[in-house]
Nanobody, 118 residues
Framework: VQLQAYGGGLVQPGGSLRLSCAAS????????MGWYRQAPGKQRELVAV???????SYGDSVKGRFTISSDDAKNTVYLQMNSLKPEDTAVYYC?????????????WGQGTLVTVSS
């Protein structure tokens, strides 16, 4: 199973960016997909996750600004980030809990850098 993330880059404060992450491989089902981020010198933190039943959860710092969605047919999760702030600058990691090969396991993508700066 592999997670491939897309969409990072440089954006000005107040701008928007959309990340996407696609899961591929021998997947039986996806329990949950989402995003975490890690800024320099800080611990990795939850950004947003969505479960197979479409329940969403957001980190406090992004509530009201970020929206997570998924396309189950494409095994893809999206993160729409609006009203970006310099403190949103971080490497964003896609994360998924996947049922494959008879086992439930956690997978991480390679990370994509989001830089919010003027």
């Amino acid at each position: 199973v592999q997670l491939q993330a897309y969409g990072g880059g440089l954006v000005q404060p107040g701008g928007s960016l959309r990340l996407s992450c696609a899961a591929s491989g021998s997947i039986t089902s996806i329990n949950r997909m989402g995003w975490y981020r890690q800024a320099p010198g800080k611990q990795r933190e939850l950004v947003a996750v969505v479960t197979s039943s479409s329940t969403t959860s957001y980190g406090d710092s992004v509530k009201g600004r970020f929206t997570i969605s998924s396309d189950d047919a494409k095994n893809t999760v999206y993160l729409q980030m609006n009203s970006l702030k310099p403190e949103d600058t971080a490497v964003y990691y896609c994360n998924s809990i996947i049922y494959a090969g008879g086992a439930l396991s956690v997978h991480w993508g390679q990370g994509t850098l989001v830089t919010v700066s003027s």
